[in-house]
């Protein structure tokens, strides 16, 4: 089965410019996440969906980022406007189910490297 | 809050040889799961192996075993007989069981593996 997909792999911008971030999960995984990750440390989690709902916003800055995820297949990541510590990895990942009793792997894309100058 | 540590920025190995990768983590829940992820330089997290709280044995995958001592908070991961493709970030990563933002991971900052030939 086709994996996770992610665009673009790569984004140069100015700060204060925008930038968006398209992810397609798995077929059937209702479980979207969005993670950040700056060099050197771990994935953060900036959101995550439940088919088209929102399940956990709370570390996403929402005066500059925002999410989507509409009839609950894809999703995009926006920020506006970026700032210099924005430069970092976005990850998207899904998996079929969220939690209850199954480990529910996440399956991750290969992410998209923004830099922002 | 949950929060996960890895104290070993780097590690280095001789192909063939064993390696073992430290974990710690910290949590008041009693059940909850315990993963390792892969990630070469192409950045695509891999899921390594899990283990579920609630059971004693340590899992195993092949080459991957854990060490899992719950009273202890400790997860650590023994990659025998290493290979020149087992270079990459390992990253430590927990994930709750029940109550909202189930099936987030949190993770830690990561390992890095070099492989000598």
């Known amino acids: 089965e086709a994996g996770v997909a992610q665009s673009p792999r790569y984004k140069i911008i100015e700060k204060r410019q925008s930038v968006a971030f398209w992810c397609n999960p798995i077929?059937?995984?209702?479980?979207l996440y969005w993670y950040q990750q700056i060099l050197g440390q771990g994935p953060k989690l900036l959101i995550q969906?439940?088919?088209?709902?929102?399940?956990?916003d709370s570390q996403l800055p929402k005066d500059r980022f925002s999410a989507e995820r509409l009839k609950g297949v894809d999703s995009t990541l926006k920020i506006q406007p970026a700032k210099l510590e924005d430069s970092a990895v976005y990850l998207c990942?899904?998996?079929?189910?969220?939690?209850?009793?199954?480990?529910?792997?996440?399956?991750f894309g290969e992410g998209s490297r923004l830099t922002v100058l | 809050a949950q929060t996960v540590t890895q104290s070993q920025p780097e590690m280095s190995v001789q192909e063939a040889e064993t390696v073992t990768l430290s974990c710690t983590y910290d949590t008041s829940e009693s059940d909850y799961y315990l993963f390792w992820y892969k990630q070469p330089p192409s950045r695509q997290m891999i899921l390594v192996i899990r283990?579920?709280?609630?059971?004693?044995q340590n899992a195993t995958e092949n080459r991957f075993s854990v060490n899992f001592q719950k009273a202890a908070k400790s997860f650590s991961l023994k990659i025998s007989d290493s290979q020149l493709g087992d270079a990459a970030m390992y990253f430590c990563?927990?994930?709750?069981?029940?109550?909202?933002?189930?099936?987030?991971?949190?993770f830690g900052k990561g390992t890095k593996l070099s492989v000598k030939p």
């Open positions: 283990q579920e709280a609630y059971k004693q």
């Open positions: 990563a927990y994930r709750r069981a029940y109550g909202g933002s189930q099936g987030n991971l949190i």
């Open positions: 077929s059937g995984h209702a479980t």
């Open positions: 969906f439940q088919n088209n709902g929102v399940v956990d």
């Open positions: 990942a899904s998996t079929r189910t969220s939690g209850g009793a199954g480990t529910g792997e996440l399956f």
